[in-house]
C-alpha cells in the first residue's frame, strides 16, 4: 500500500463571508471601527461589520451585525452593494462584501467595547487592517 504525505500549507480553506458597512454621512466622512482586544489584529482599524452566519443573506449579517456592534438599524433598502474581495490572512481566508451605508436610525456607538471614529478626506486612523487599505483610494472616488 502506498501512503501519499498531503503538504497542508497547500490545502486552502474555503473563505469565510463577512459583510462590511461603511456608513457615510452626508459630509462625506466614513466610519471606521477599531478592532477590540481579544481578536486578531487587535487595534487595527476597519470598516464595521461581521461574519455571515449559514444559509444567512449577506445584508441580512450586515443588518444583525450592525445592531450587535453598533445599536443602529441601517436601511436595508438604501445599502447599496458596492464591491466585494478576498483577502488572505495568517488566521483565515475571508471573502469581503462591502455595502454603502447612507441611511440609518442611532447614533453608532461601540457596544463591544471598540473605538469608533468619523473619518472625512484622508484617514487618520492608524493602524489600518491590512484588507481595508486597497479600499480606502476607491471609496474616496465613490464618496
Same mark, same amino acid.
Given at each position: 500500500?502506498?501512503?501519499?504525505?498531503?503538504?497542508?500549507?497547500?490545502?486552502?480553506?474555503?473563505?469565510?463571508?463577512?459583510?462590511? #458597512?461603511? /456608513?457615510?454621512?452626508?459630509?462625506?466622512?466614513?466610519?471606521?471601527?477599531?478592532?477590540?482586544? #481579544?481578536?486578531?489584529?487587535?487595534?487595527?482599524?476597519?470598516?464595521?461589520?461581521?461574519?455571515?452566519?449559514t444559509?444567512?443573506?449577506? /445584508?441580512?449579517?450586515?443588518?444583525?451585525?450592525?445592531?450587535?456592534? /453598533?445599536?443602529?438599524?441601517?436601511?436595508? +433598502?438604501?445599502?447599496?452593494?458596492? *464591491?466585494? *474581495? +478576498?483577502?488572505?490572512?495568517?488566521?483565515?481566508?475571508?471573502?469581503?462584501?462591502?455595502?454603502?451605508?447612507?441611511?440609518?436610525?442611532?447614533?453608532?456607538? #461601540?457596544?463591544?467595547g471598540?473605538?469608533? &471614529?468619523?473619518? #472625512?478626506? &484622508?484617514? +487618520?486612523?492608524?493602524?489600518?487592517?491590512?484588507?481595508?487599505?486597497?479600499?480606502?483610494e476607491?471609496? /474616496?472616488?465613490?464618496?
Amino acid at each position: 500500500m502506498e501512503s501519499k504525505l498531503i503538504n497542508k500549507s497547500a490545502i486552502k480553506p474555503a473563505p469565510i463571508d463577512v459583510a462590511v #458597512g461603511i /456608513l457615510i454621512k452626508p459630509t462625506g466622512e466614513v466610519l471606521m471601527a477599531q478592532r477590540p482586544v #481579544g481578536k486578531p489584529y487587535a487595534g487595527y482599524w476597519e470598516f464595521p461589520g461581521g461574519k455571515v452566519e449559514t444559509n444567512e443573506a449577506i /445584508l441580512s449579517a450586515l443588518v444583525r451585525e450592525f445592531q450587535e456592534e /453598533l445599536g443602529i438599524e441601517i436601511n436595508p +433598502d438604501q445599502a447599496q452593494p458596492w *464591491c466585494g *474581495c +478576498d483577502y488572505v490572512y495568517p488566521h483565515a481566508h475571508v471573502r469581503l462584501h462591502f455595502y454603502l451605508c447612507r441611511d440609518w436610525h442611532g447614533e453608532p456607538r #461601540g457596544l463591544e467595547g471598540q473605538q469608533l &471614529a468619523w473619518q #472625512g478626506g &484622508a484617514i +487618520d486612523v492608524q493602524p489600518i487592517l491590512p484588507a481595508t487599505i486597497p479600499l480606502l483610494e476607491w471609496l /474616496l472616488q465613490a464618496c
